[in-house]
């Protein structure tokens, strides 16, 4: 089974973002999906993600509500592999910026 997780570094502070909201959703047909919502914690992580149901070609998207920053949400769509154990997407996230990786 594949998992999900993700972690919210606040770069312009040098600390994790907390209380980020997250929304987890799998492309259906063309349509997004919603499978689960959750929140960074004071680590910045968001560790409860839902496992979803994957098949090849599975096409998901974080979803991160970033109210107050000059990009109000920030959508990372991704293709997964069900071969891959874990998939760990990383957001560093800044006022004015964003980047995003696979991490490990």
Same mark, same amino acid.
């Given at each position: 089974?594949? &998992?999900?997780?993700?972690? !919210?570094?606040?770069? &312009?502070?040098?600390?994790?973002?907390?209380?980020?909201?997250?929304?987890?959703?799998?492309? !259906?047909?063309?349509?997004?999906?919603?499978?689960?919502?959750?929140?960074?914690?004071?680590?910045?992580?968001?560790?409860? /993600? *839902?496992?979803?149901?994957?098949?090849? %070609?599975?096409?998901? +998207? /974080? +979803?991160?509500?970033?109210? %107050?920053?000059?990009?109000?949400? !920030?959508?990372? !769509?991704?293709?997964?592999?069900?071969?891959?154990?874990? #998939?760990?997407? *990383?957001?560093?996230?800044?006022?004015? %910026? #964003?980047?995003? #990786? +696979?991490? &490990?």
């Amino acid at each position: 089974m594949t &998992s999900i997780s993700t972690h !919210v570094l606040d770069t &312009s502070l040098g600390k994790p973002a907390a209380g980020i909201p997250v929304e987890l959703a799998q492309q !259906v047909a063309g349509e997004w999906k919603a499978l689960g919502a959750s929140a960074t914690d004071a680590d910045g992580r968001c560790k409860d /993600l *839902p496992v979803p149901d994957l098949s090849v %070609g599975t096409v998901l +998207r /974080l +979803r991160f509500t970033t109210d %107050g920053a000059f990009f109000p949400e !920030v959508a990372i !769509v991704f293709d997964v592999d069900p071969a891959q154990a874990h #998939y760990h997407v *990383p957001l560093l996230l800044n006022p004015f %910026g #964003y980047s995003v #990786y +696979r991490g &490990s």
